[in-house]
């Protein structure tokens, strides 16, 4: 039990680490660095040079490059440093796939004794190769609309799972499920979906020729960030509730502070990023932000809560 509870944690930190370069991606715009896959610009390794892409057609005639660009214009797209935050996004992906697969071996001589660790490390495994292929979608429907919000969401309820993979296999402590983090959970996973919606149509803006100004880019995003924003303040609502009324049940738990002081950083950056033309930073800042957040009000409402 105590070395799968050791692969469990790894495997959940990792994970982290990979919604950390996933925002990355999305913050630099680098999601279509390597413009195919499983390869990257038709290499397996990243090509240094222009001159170093393949012009090679496969056993089926089809070029290693998209057929529905000519060679001239697919690479104009070239850009180095995007290839390479891509790729090793994907070489991190390839990681978890492996953590993943260890947390799964770790749990087979618990098949028996332990079923929901068994089980939980099979749907864990299912949804990672899932992610793979969808993350070969994404790619192929070139940033398709609607498939980046559910590879993103995907994301975060593998988090969860390793959450509770984490906490079934520690020693049962007693404790207690704190009032409205489910709720909170719900809420929080709908901001996810609907954040999503809102960069996707900040990316809608960046392949205009002319295009509108980075700073107007959330003005014109139209209804998704109209909910986002006002969402945001049920949240903080919800969270200074739970927070109150955690004080004297949790006083020697700090959990209900850092759910709160989550959500208030998540407001800050919200802010920053409204009226400071969306730098780069806060945007990965945002979303990693928002999955620790996720990952704590998903702990706090689906296992008990120690008071000390």
Known sequence: ?????????????????????????????????????????????????????????????????????????????????????????????????????????????????????????????????????????????????????????????????????????????????LSGTRILYGLIILQVIIGTQVREKVDEFTKEPEGIARENWLDHAGWVDHIHRPLSILVLGLSVWIFWTARKRLENNALPSWILGCVLGQILLGVVLAYAGLPPWSQTAHLVLGAGLLCLVYRAGWHPVASA
């Open 1 to 177: 039990m105590n070395r799968f509870h050791k692969v469990a944690t790894l495997t959940f930190w990792a994970t982290l680490g990979l919604v950390v370069a996933g925002g990355l991606v999305r913050a630099t715009g680098a999601g279509l660095g390597c413009p195919d896959w499983p390869t990257c610009w038709g290499c397996w390794l990243p090509p240094m040079e222009l001159t170093d892409i393949p012009s090679q057609v496969d056993a089926a005639g089809e070029p290693y490059y998209l057929d529905r660009l000519d060679r001239k214009q697919y690479l104009s797209k070239y850009d180095s440093t995007k290839m390479w935050i891509e790729y090793m996004n994907r070489v991190l992906g390839v990681l978890i796939g492996i953590f993943i697969i260890a947390t799964f071996i770790a749990s087979f001589p618990l098949r028996k004794s332990k079923p929901r660790l068994f089980y939980g490390s099979l749907v864990a495994l299912l949804m990672v190769v899932f992610q793979g292929w969808l993350g070969s979608i994404v790619v192929q429907t070139e940033l398709m609309p609607g498939m980046i919000t559910l590879h993103m969401m995907l994301a975060m309820i593998l988090l969860s799972l390793l959450i509770s993979l984490q906490a079934w296999s520690s020693p049962k402590a007693k404790g207690v499920i």
